[in-house]
C-alpha cells in the first residue's frame, strides 16, 4: 500500500494517509493507452463531410465528343481529375464510439491513480466546508499547496455543488465525484486532491520519518506476521489389509 500527504481544510500538513488496497502500486501502460485513446475517440462528433463526384452539381453532358478532337477522353466535368469535382474516399459522417470493457475501465483507473501516487502528486484532504460557494477559498486553499496556476483534479466523496461552482471560474481546475473520476481525467491533472471520507484509508498523524517504521509494522501484522501455517495432515490413511488375515484364517481351517 501506498502512503500520501495528508492536509487539513486549512492546507496545513497533518501526517501521512496509508491509500486502501486498491492502491497497489501497479501501472499498466496498455490499459491507459487504450482507455485514452477510447475517450479522445468519443468526444469526436464525426460530423465531418465530402461530396463525391455523384453529389457534386453539373457534368450531366460529356465535355466534348470521345475522338477526333486531340484531347484526352472525358467523360464529365465534376470528375476528381477536374477543378470543381468530386473527391475520391473522401471522410464520410460515422460515429468513432469506442467502448472498453468495465474491468479494463478499472484497471485503467486503478493505474492512473497509482501513476500519480508514485510520482508524488496525489493528495488526501479533509472535506473543504463551505457555506455558499466562496471561489476565492478555493484559490487561497490551492496557492497554500503550491498549486496556484496548475491544473487540478478535485475529487469528492458525494457530488458538492459548492465545491462545484466555487471552483468553476478557476482555470484548469476540475471538481468531480471520486467515483466518476475516468483514467484520462486523472492523468490530465498535474495534482489530484481526494476527500479524506472518498476513501477507506488510515490516517498516520505522525510525522512521515517516524511514521514509515509504524506503517511497515502495521503491514505485517495485516498481512498476518511472519508465522507459517501448518503442514496440512493427509486424511487418507492406509486402508488394513485384510487379504492376508483372510489367507492365513483359511490355512489354519484346513489344519483343524
Do not use: C
Request: glycine fraction near 8%; charged fraction near 30%; aromatic fraction near 6%.
Amino acid at each position: 500500500m501506498l502512503e500520501v500527504p495528508h492536509f487539513s481544510a486549512t492546507a496545513e500538513r497533518r501526517g501521512t494517509f496509508l491509500l486502501p488496497a486498491e492502491f497497489d502500486g501497479v501501472v499498466n501502460r496498455a490499459a491507459l493507452h487504450q482507455a485514452v485513446r477510447a475517450y479522445l475517440n468519443n468526444q469526436r462528433q464525426g460530423t465531418h463531410a465530402t461530396k463525391t463526384r455523384g453529389l457534386v452539381s453539373g457534368g450531366n453532358q460529356k465535355p466534348w465528343r470521345q475522338k477526333g478532337t486531340g484531347r484526352a477522353r472525358q467523360g464529365s466535368i465534376r470528375a476528381p481529375q477536374w477543378r470543381g469535382g468530386g473527391t475520391v474516399f473522401g471522410p464520410m459522417p460515422r460515429s468513432y464510439r469506442t467502448e472498453l470493457p468495465r474491468k479494463l475501465k478499472q484497471l485503467a483507473r486503478r493505474s492512473a491513480l497509482n501513476a500519480r501516487a508514485k510520482e508524488e502528486r496525489l493528495y488526501v484532504i479533509e472535506p473543504l466546508q463551505l457555506e455558499r460557494p466562496r471561489t476565492r477559498v478555493v484559490a487561497e486553499f490551492l496557492s497554500k499547496l503550491g498549486l496556484a496556476g496548475s491544473k487540478v483534479l478535485i475529487l469528492t466523496a458525494n457530488y458538492r455543488s459548492e465545491i462545484y461552482l466555487s471552483a468553476r471560474n478557476l482555470p484548469g481546475v476540475t471538481v468531480m465525484p471520486y467515483s466518476q473520476a475516468s483514467a484520462y481525467e486523472i492523468l490530465r491533472a498535474q495534482a489530484v486532491l481526494i476527500e479524506r471520507t472518498a476513501l477507506d484509508g488510515r490516517v498516520l498523524e505522525r510525522p512521515v520519518a517516524e511514521a514509515e517504521p509504524a506503517a511497515a509494522s502495521e503491514r505485517e501484522t495485516l498481512r498476518g506476521g511472519t508465522e507459517t501455517a501448518p503442514k496440512k495432515v493427509s486424511k487418507k490413511a492406509k486402508a488394513p489389509d485384510t487379504r492376508k488375515k483372510t489367507t492365513t484364517a483359511r490355512k489354519k481351517s484346513k489344519d483343524a
